[in-house]
T-cell receptor, first 113, second 116 residues
Framework: DAGVIQSPRHEVTEMGQEVTLRCKPI?????LFWYRQTMMRGLELLIY????????DSGMPEDRFSAKMPNASFSTLKIQPSEPRDSAVYFC???????????FGPGTRLTVL | DQQVKQNSPSLSVQEGRISILNCDYT??????FLWYKKYPAEGPTFLIS?????DKNEDGRFTVFLNKSAKHLSLHIVPSQPGDSAVYFC???????????????FGKGTLLTVNP
């Protein structure tokens, strides 16, 4: 199995630009999570999807952030407009059932200048 | 307010000795605890977990101990190997009102270095 796939692995952009991060969960997994890791706050859950439906988006920092899961094999996290404080590593994780072990992707390191 | 705390940012041990990583939590609703290991440029990988109905869980060289009264858990690695050098995250979850415990709250991690 290929594991959770994330793209791009690195993204450098300028303040105000739109950023789109992508995730392909493990085949057969129906729960997907987006996390953000920063030095100050550690790993934080941004949003959780179950069967492609957003269940908990209470961790999404503000309206500039949005996430979609149009089908079981693809999800996006979009930041529009991006700000320097959004610089972080963003992880996607999936699991076969909520509450089971979460498998993480390699992450996308985002730098907003 | 941090609900899961790993107070030691780093730990250095000699190969073959025991590594003990500690984690404290404040939320008494947490009933499931996990340790994840992370290498540079990779995502966290699951290592071991423990339910609140147990006080110990063992898997090979890795043992997790849970002290509910102290709201403390620890990960023991015996014997430590250089390949164990990584960042270790403690995480906790609670059964939600919907009946699932999907939401993991992570500590900030401890960097373990095992010296040959």
């Amino acid at each position: 199995d290929a594991g959770v796939i994330q793209s791009p692995r690195h993204e450098v952009t300028e303040m105000g630009q739109e950023v789109t991060l992508r995730c392909k969960p493990i085949s057969g997994h129906n729960s997907l999570f987006w996390y953000r890791q920063t030095m100050m706050r550690g790993l934080e859950l941004l949003i959780y999807f179950n069967n492609n439906v957003p269940i908990d988006d209470s961790g999404m920092p503000e309206d500039r952030f949005s996430a979609k899961m149009p089908n079981a094999s693809f999800s996006t996290l979009k930041i529009q407009p991006s700000e320097p404080r959004d610089s972080a590593v963003y992880f996607c994780a999936s699991t076969s059932r909520a509450g089971n072990t979460q498998y993480f992707g390699p992450g996308t390191r985002l730098t907003v200048l | 307010d941090q609900q899961v705390k790993q107070n030691s940012p780093s730990l250095s041990v000699q190969e073959g000795r025991i590594s003990i990583l500690n984690c404290d939590y404040t939320n008494s609703m947490f009933d499931y605890f996990l340790w994840y290991k992370k290498y540079p440029a990779e995502g966290p990988t699951f290592l071991i977990s423990i339910s609140s109905i147990k006080d110990k869980n063992e898997d090979g060289r890795f043992t997790v101990f849970l002290n509910k009264s102290a709201k403390h858990l620890s990960l023991h690695i015996v014997p430590s190997q250089p390949g164990d050098s990584a960042v270790y995250f403690c995480a906790a979850s609670a059964i939600s009102s919907g009946g699932s415990n999907y939401k993991l709250t992570f500590g900030k991690g401890t960097l373990l270095t095992v010296n040959p």
